[in-house]
């Protein structure tokens, strides 16, 4: 009797240990995650918006940079397990390396737009360009999970060429 008391009282007390780590972890990856998304905004907002062709496709280039560098630590960090890190990953992070992919097509007609000195061309490239990384982000989902920095990082907006 005492042995099946101390058994259902070890079996509790483990189930709050693994509870309380996977909690603690799960936390560990929402911080680690915002502060990742923040610094990469604060560099994006220390950008200066773009007046000039030649300076959109540096804006642009460079916001590029610092989504690609914020979503490949994201990657290469541990997700939560289980359907929450199945979530994440499928609609966030593999949208987020879409979008990357895309825009380097953007970056492209962006590049040769400027070369060309067609500014329509480069309002319409950079307005593609400098949302790369955003397409297709489940930002709500971000947000559901405590990951707001995350959420403001991979929100479209983009500054409007001058």
Request: charged letters at 20%; proline letters at 4%; glycine letters at 8%.
């Amino acid at each position: 009797m005492h042995r099946a008391l101390a058994a259902g009282l070890l079996a509790i007390v483990l189930s709050i240990v693994l509870a309380s780590c996977s909690i603690g972890a799960s936390s560990g990856f929402v911080a680690r995650s915002n502060h990742t998304c923040a610094d990469a905004t604060k560099t994006i907002e220390a950008l200066k918006s773009p007046r000039d062709p030649h300076a959109a496709l540096g804006y642009a280039l460079d916001r590029y940079v610092q989504v690609e560098h914020a979503v490949s630590t994201l990657t290469d960090s541990s997700l939560p397990g289980g359907a929450d890190g199945r979530d994440l990953r499928d609609r966030w992070l593999r949208p987020a390396r879409a979008s990357l992919r895309t825009a380097d097509a953007s970056l492209n007609r962006l590049r040769d737009a400027v070369r060309n000195g067609d500014r329509g061309s480069v309002s319409a490239a950079f307005a593609a360009a400098a949302e790369a990384g955003t397409s297709g982000v489940d930002t709500a989902l971000l947000r559901g999970r405590a990951l707001s920095a995350c959420a403001a990082l991979f929100t479209p907006s983009a500054p409007t060429l001058q």
